[in-house]
């Protein structure tokens, strides 16, 4: 129950297009979705995070969509830049008490100039 | 602020040894989190800590301690190192309140671990 299943693995996009990556969760406690972007040889950094009280976070090109019904959120990269290009991981936590992240497995992303 | 920072960055080791990953933050965060990433895998909780003197177990403890007596270090002791310990560490800091709304982990630039 405490699964977050991420898809897909890798994505290649034109620049300029839009990429869009999935998530699914099974605990229904959860009430935090952050998404974490990491370059090759970094730690992963907080990109954008969703509250599931709303349907839609918007931070400038990136946008995050939650389903609450159907236990799924998804990232959507406008207008997609090659210095997008990296791993982008979604997780899944409780904000009370000590935040354990739960990670879904990554999705490569490319973006092709 | 130099943020989290681990060191080595790199280590390999034999079979049987042991060795501690460094881990320290500057941001006087509460919450400290060990995390192990392995490839074409996301980040899995090896052990975490509310505070000073605190630390309790994540998904993957196993193979692992942990201490924290201060609020800027939470080191990482490996005692048996196995094969099934290669994998890349990261340490993360946050701080967060009972009512916090938010939360932002920080993560360290990782050290890669190979066992031999």
């Known amino acids: 129950q405490q699964q977050v299943k991420q898809s897909p693995q890798s994505l290649i996009v034109q620049k300029g297009g839009i990429s869009i990556i999935n998530c699914a969760y099974e605990n229904t406690a959860f009430d935090y979705f952050p998404w974490y972007q990491q370059f090759p040889g970094k730690g992963p950094a907080l990109l954008i995070a969703i509250r599931p009280d709303v349907s839609e976070k918007k931070e400038g090109r990136f946008t995050i969509s939650f389903n609450k019904s159907a236990k799924q959120f998804s990232l959507h990269i406008m207008d997609s830049q090659p210095g997008d290009s990296a791993t982008y991981f979604c997780a899944a936590t409780l904000l009370q008490g000590a935040q354990k992240l739960v990670f879904g497995q990554g999705t490569r992303l490319t973006i092709n100039p | 602020n130099a943020g989290v920072t681990q060191t080595p960055k790199f280590r390999i080791l034999k079979i049987g040894q042991s060795m501690t990953l460094q881990c320290t933050q500057d941001m006087n965060h509460n919450y400290m989190y060990w995390y192990r990433q392995d490839p074409g895998m996301g980040l899995k909780l090896i052990y975490y800590s509310v505070g000073a003197g605190i630390t309790d177990k994540g998904e993957v403890p196993n193979g692992y301690n942990v201490s924290r007596s201060t609020t800027e270090d939470f080191p990482l002791r490996l005692e048996l190192a196995a094969p099934s310990q290669t994998s890349v560490y990261f340490c993360?800091?946050?701080?967060?309140?009972?009512?916090?709304?938010?939360?932002?982990?920080?993560f360290g630039p990782g050290t890669r671990l190979t066992v031999l």
């Open positions: 993360a800091s946050s701080y967060s309140t009972p009512d916090s709304s938010t939360d932002t982990q920080y």
